[in-house]
Structure formats: structure tokens, C-alpha cells
């Protein structure tokens, strides 16, 4: 791990759809100046949904891997984020140096309905995601420099 890379470390329940969207989004808007992680309370494997829904927008994130919660990345983290209720009731306290931020999203993956239906939930979570992960990036180099 780079010192000089902030990092950033996207956590939900299962490390499946919501913080592996986050992870994509945070490589694709980080692109070198940043170190992105993903993981989860549990380990779900990747949802195909999520990949899908990716790939609609041009970012594959079919080669990353659903992990459990590591707490050598947690604790060296700069920016711990926080996808749900869950994560944030079961994740360790983390020391006051690391920034802790909580975007509450529901999980595309409880959606029912159509197959539609469904995958226009993941788009929503999605688009929210994208939005959240820019803005913190730019939020960040704004007020490293």
C-alpha cells in the first residue's frame, strides 16, 4: 500500500452489489491517486445484476471478488464508507484519524418484480453510488492540495 494514496474502503452486508459498484466507481474516479477497497460483514459472491448494471456504463467490475471485512485494510484506511445499517452496526469502532461516512442504501438485490423491475432498482442504487463516489473523490483532492 502507497502512502501517498488515500484509501478508501467501501463496506455493506455482503459484498456483493452495493460496495462493489462503490469499488468500481472509486477505481474508475480515483484512477491512480487512490486506493479502492471493497468489503462485507458477510461474503456473498458478486451479483451478476451489479455487473451487468456496470457494464452498461462501460465499467467491468467482473474481476473483482467479494471479501470479508479485513481490519488490516479497515485500520489503514483514510476513508471508511458505510453502505448500509448493517455494515455500519457490525464494523469495529474505527480510531478518530479515519474518516467514517454512511450512505443508507437499500439492497438492490431484495428487489422483486420483473426481471426489469429488478435491474431498474440496481440502475437506481447505481446512479446514487456514482453520484456519492464522485463527489467524495472530488471532495477529497479539493481539500488535499
Known amino acids: 500500500m502507497s502512502k501517498n494514496k488515500k ?7 455482503g459484498n ?16 491512480d491517486d487512490f486506493e479502492v477497497y471493497s468489503g462485507g460483514v458477510e461474503a456473498h459472491g458478486l ?14 467490475i467482473s474481476n473483482q471478488t467479494s471479501d470479508l471485512l479485513d481490519e488490516n ?42 426481471e426489469e423491475e429488478v435491474l431498474n432498482k440496481f440502475r437506481e442504487i447505481r446512479d446514487i453510488i456514482k453520484e456519492n463516489v464522485k463527489n467524495l473523490i472530488e471532495d477529497i483532492k479539493k481539500h488535499s492540495h
Open 7 to 13: 484509501i478508501l474502503y467501501f463496506i455493506c452486508t
Open 73 to 114: 485494510i479497515l485500520f489503514k484506511a483514510d476513508y471508511v464508507i458505510t453502505l448500509c445499517g448493517n455494515a455500519r452496526d457490525k464494523c469495529p469502532a474505527l480510531p478518530p484519524s479515519i474518516k467514517s461516512l454512511h450512505w443508507d442504501l437499500e439492497d438492490p438485490a431484495r428487489a422483486t418484480g420483473t
Open 16 to 31: 456483493s452489489c452495493r460496495s462493489q459498484m462503490a469499488e468500481g466507481f472509486g477505481k474508475y474516479y480515483g484512477k
Open 47 to 60: 451479483n451478476p445484476k451489479a455487473i451487468q448494471v456496470m457494464k452498461e456504463i462501460g465499467i467491468d
